[in-house]
């Protein structure tokens, strides 16, 4: 009798720890939201704890302060697939050296990202005007390894002599400022596409012909 007592005493403690789980998740999914629309400073943890359906003293049982969800915002992105290989579909294309193929992949999976990810967009935009340390830290754990990552492609390539000298990070900038410019106008300014009105196909394929006719020999 005491072994089974035991046994179910393991299994409500698990299952109680599994809910936990889920309502932090439950808590971070709601605080992105909010913080895209009303920003950190703006954001109110009675808001976040409205959005998420559950008490403001449930929030603060998870999360001590409003940074504490910045940073668990940031780790759960870390955690997706994306995150976790984010050049994994680059490198067949790295391998042949099929320089169109491997921009142009770059270019769609950022363009579709960005649209299936708006309130954490939404929400990096906010934290940059605002001056929030979550900006810095974004750009310190992911967009340096962009950086670094097509930098490096470009130099091989180089060294290939398939493109002409260039500094590798002025011609990443470019790049990723004009897809990022066109996601930004879909997103938050042109939502109708007034302006352009292209597939994210079309736009991907445009940048990539942009930038390697300006590189290559």
């Known amino acids: 009798m005491r072994v089974e007592a035991n046994k179910k005493s393991i299994e ?4 109680k720890r599994l809910q936990g789980d889920e309502r932090r998740q ?6 992105i939201e909010v913080f895209s629309t ?6 109110t943890t009675k808001e976040i704890a409205s959005a998420a359906g559950v008490s403001e003293a449930t929030v603060f049982k998870h999360f001590a302060n409003k940074d504490e969800l910045y940073s668990a ?5 870390a955690c997706e697939p994306m995150m976790q290989n984010p050049f994994e579909a680059l490198k067949p294309y790295e391998e042949k050296g099929d320089d169109f193929g491997f921009f142009y992949t770059a270019a769609l999976t950022i363009l579709k990202n960005h649209r299936q990810d ?4 939404r929400l990096m935009m906010h934290s940059a005007l605002e001056g929030h340390e979550l900006a810095t830290m974004f750009l310190q754990n992911f967009a340096g390894n ?4 097509f930098s490096n492609y470009i130099a091989g390539r180089q060294k290939d002599g398939a493109f002409r000298v260039v500094e590798s990070r002025l011609a990443i900038r470019a790049f ?10 879909n997103i938050l300014w042109d939502k109708e596409m007034k302006l352009l009105q292209i ?6 394929r445009g940048f990539t012909e942009l930038l390697l006719s300006g590189i290559k020999k």
């Open 12 to 15: 409500e403690l698990h299952g």
């Open 26 to 31: 439950q808590i971070i999914r709601a605080s």
């Open 38 to 43: 009303r920003g950190c400073r703006g954001a």
């Open 73 to 77: 915002i940031l780790d759960a992105k």
């Open 118 to 121: 708006v309130d954490f967009i």
């Open 146 to 149: 962009f950086y670094e990552y």
């Open 176 to 185: 990723l400022g004009m897809i990022v410019h066109h996601s930004l106008n």
């Open 199 to 204: 597939s994210d196909e079309t736009a991907a």
